[in-house]
């Protein structure tokens, strides 16, 4: 069997000759997989060469016309050849892959709102509404963890986080201190969804979806809670302009952009090519001049990731960036890369299983309800730009992705030390 | 019962190859428990298991074993209560002894054992059923040399003729890792059977996490000299491989993490 495959906007034409048994199925099946992960959401079959087709073969059809159905695209078989055109005729599975004319759902945006270049990502604004702004505000003082630990359990706030917060911090799933006690590690919130890691649970992150009455509450040490609409939906990809994938700070510098303010908030879906971050290893609160950021003990309080991980996964990623915070804002971010004038943020990412994301324009919510039906994500980190010289694991890489972004008006103070 | 108090072991002291090997390590191993410790390399699990066996001896602390005090005793003193299997399948048996020669020295370890010894009817009818028992068909080739045979099957031999004495403590140091896969899964079955078979009590070093997750009733892990997990009964049936490389991982990270990251998280983390 000969795959060869020649692209045009976002069609892929895949060009199959030989038998397409069960061995040679799987072996179609990755090659679509690749396709499918690589952007491509309308797939043209040209089935002209194919002298046998068995179920196997026929079930990869159906699987991804499936899979790109979901997307706003669709999977077509071309010319087929007679012995594909009576097989599929005799299944009844013909019609499920008639050649359309239609544009798919990712060209029809495209080609409404037109692309921006904003650093190394080109940028396909898919929704957005003018005025729209988030407000802020900042629980607790992340400081404790460099004042070594002298922290006061009456600085635990709790934390109830609608469909429209959202929200990144170091907190626990509970109704107080008393039950969080133990258990406080990263979390982060976004579209009615919340996923915290706890430090004892072995690297399993959890997670509360919002249903009917039930609402991810939280008991939280320090946090960012941030409350409001998108003002921008965004569809990024490298841009084929700039050699290597975008970074974090690129996100960052997006999310700006996009918004047009100084300080913004961003929540994103990427496929990742790497992640970069730390996660708690014990629960930070109550130890008493705890030395979090000294070596040694650093080893015993993080887990820092020593290369890129989480390579081709989905991520959701919860964020706040600023170019020159002020107080309170300015407590709860840090440095994107070393230099003066860098940019600042915080961001926290949950990592889950790949799966291609629906082309168009996507409610956050609804998107994010579909994935954690089916989903229990896989890891969360802080996300850090590890640009030590050498031996530095370098920042966190992504594919492609859709951004919400809002302008981040006025950050109030609740809470919490001075 | 293996009753081990606060050894440390340090190699090459006072010099720049200094290695602290074991560091203050206590561990009690019941009558009858089955203990399977994993550790990266230097973590310290070999110097510990020749601290048990004898091949050297601890800068401090104490070993018993069966009542006895055995810290100073010798390696081969200490063979009368320890059966050993090693990794290289050449190392323990008698490559040019046929099979029944082997096994009837290793019928009469701890014991005086000259050239002089004969094989009667009733001994060798007794050792031809247990070799039959490891369901080879050795029995038919007893006077076959040691050394024509495959690597697991000495493995299996030499796990026969450690146990073949019942032995205060069974001690195998990654007795299956020079075996193809089919190989040390038959000696890995093996091994199961004696062990619960005799009730021994077992200290087992591997490096496979397959086996570590799979055999025994208690689980160690060894990091730098130190026991860094000891997981037994119900946490130990709930291990699964995937536990163990994630704890392999952390241990990774850990020592990854120097003081350049210790100040890129002060800068970087909130």
Redesign the interface.
């Known amino acids: 069997m000969d795959i060869a495959m020649t692209t045009a906007g976002d069609a892929a034409t895949v060009r199959v000759s030989g038998r397409l048994d069960a061995r040679n199925a799987d072996i179609l099946s990755r090659e679509l997989d690749e396709c499918v992960r690589g952007g491509w959401h309308v797939l043209r079959m040209n089935l002209h060469d194919v002298e046998y087709i068995s179920s196997a073969g026929i079930r990869v059809l159906i699987k991804f016309a499936k899979i790109l159905q979901g997307q706003g695209g669709w999977l077509e078989v071309l010319e087929p050849s007679s012995v594909v055109a009576s097989v599929l005729e005799m299944t009844g599975t013909m019609p499920l892959f008639a050649p359309r004319k239609e544009q798919s759902a990712a060209t029809a945006t495209a080609g409404a709102s037109g692309c921006r270049q904003i650093g190394a990502m080109r940028c396909t604004v898919t929704a957005s509404a003018a005025g729209v702004s988030m407000r802020g505000r900042v629980l607790g003082n992340?400081a404790f963890?460099?004042r070594n630990g002298s922290f006061a359990p009456g600085e635990v706030r709790q934390l109830r986080l609608g469909v429209k917060a959202v929200a990144l911090g170091i907190g626990a799933f509970a109704a107080d201190h008393a039950g969080a006690k133990g258990h406080y590690g990263e979390f982060l919130a976004a579209g009615g969804v919340a996923v915290a890691l706890p430090p004892d649970s072995?690297?399993q992150p959890d997670f509360v979806v919002s249903e009917q009455r039930l609402v991810p509450e939280l008991a939280v040490l320090?946090a960012l809670h941030l409350e409001g609409d998108f003002a921008v939906q965004a569809r990024f990809e490298s841009s084929p302009q700039h050699d290597g994938l975008p970074g974090l700070s690129d996100l960052g510098a997006a999310a700006l952009a996009l918004s047009g303010a100084s300080q913004a908030v961003m929540v994103a879906l990427a496929e990742t090519s790497g992640l970069v971050g730390?996660s708690l290893?014990q629960s930070p609160e109550g130890s008493q001049d705890a030395e979090?950021?000294?070596?040694?003990e650093?080893?015993?309080w993080?887990?820092?990731?020593?290369e890129r991980v989480h390579g081709r996964q989905l991520v959701l990623l919860v964020g706040v960036f600023a170019r020159q915070p002020a107080v309170p804002l300015a407590?709860?971010?840090?440095?994107m890369a070393d230099s003066a004038d860098a940019l600042r943020g915080?961001v926290h990412a949950a990592v889950l299983s790949y799966r291609a994301l629906p082309g168009g324009s996507l409610a956050l919510p609804a998107t994010l309800a579909d994935i954690f039906q089916t989903q229990t994500p896989l890891d969360l980190l802080?996300l850090?730009?590890?640009d030590?010289a050498i031996?530095?694991a370098g920042d966190s890489l992504f594919q492609r992705g859709v951004l919400w972004v809002s302008p981040l008006g006025e950050v109030d103070m609740e809470g919490g030390a001075q | 019962m293996l009753n081990i108090k606060d050894i440390s072991k340090t190699f090459n002291p006072g010099t720049p190859d200094e290695v602290q090997a074991i560091k203050h390590v206590s561990l009690t191993v019941p009558e009858g428990s089955f203990v399977v410790v994993i550790g990266t390399n230097g973590s310290g699990k070999s110097t510990l298991q020749q601290l048990i066996a004898g091949a050297c001896v601890p800068d401090s602390g104490s070993i018993e074993l069966a009542g006895q005090d055995i810290t100073r005793w010798g390696e081969h003193r200490r063979a009368a209560l320890i059966g050993r299997v090693f990794q290289n399948p050449f190392s323990g048996t008698a490559p040019t002894l046929s099979i029944i020669e082997n096994m009837a020295l290793a019928a009469r370890r701890g014991q005086r054992r000259g050239l002089g010894w004969l094989l009667s009817g009733a001994v060798r009818r007794h050792l031809r059923e247990r070799v039959a028992e490891l369901g080879m068909g050795l029995e038919d080739r007893l006077d076959n040399a040691i050394g024509s045979l495959s690597g697991g099957q000495r493995q299996a031999l030499t796990l026969l003729m450690a146990v073949l004495q019942r032995p205060s403590l069974l001690l195998l140091d990654e007795h299956t890792a020079a075996l193809d896969p089919k190989a040390s899964d038959q000696v890995i079955r093996l091994t199961r059977d004696m062990v619960a078979r005799e009730k021994l009590t077992t200290v087992m070093v591997t490096h496979s996490m397959h086996q570590a997750a799979h055999l025994g009733d208690r689980l160690i892990m060894m990091v730098n000299g130190e026991i860094r997990q000891d997981l037994a009964d119900e946490r130990k049936r709930r291990v699964h491989v995937e536990?163990l490389l994630?704890l392999f991982e952390?241990v990774?990270?850990?020592d990854?993490?120097?003081?350049?990251?210790?100040?890129?998280?002060?800068?970087?983390?909130?």
């Open positions: 992340p963890m460099a072995n690297g320090s730390a290893l979090y950021f000294h070596f040694p650093a080893r015993r993080f887990n820092l990731t020593p407590d709860h971010l840090r440095p915080h802080h850090i730009n590890d030590r031996s530095g | 536990d994630a952390q990774r990270r850990a990854r993490l120097d003081a350049s990251a210790a100040e890129l998280l002060r800068s970087r983390y909130v």
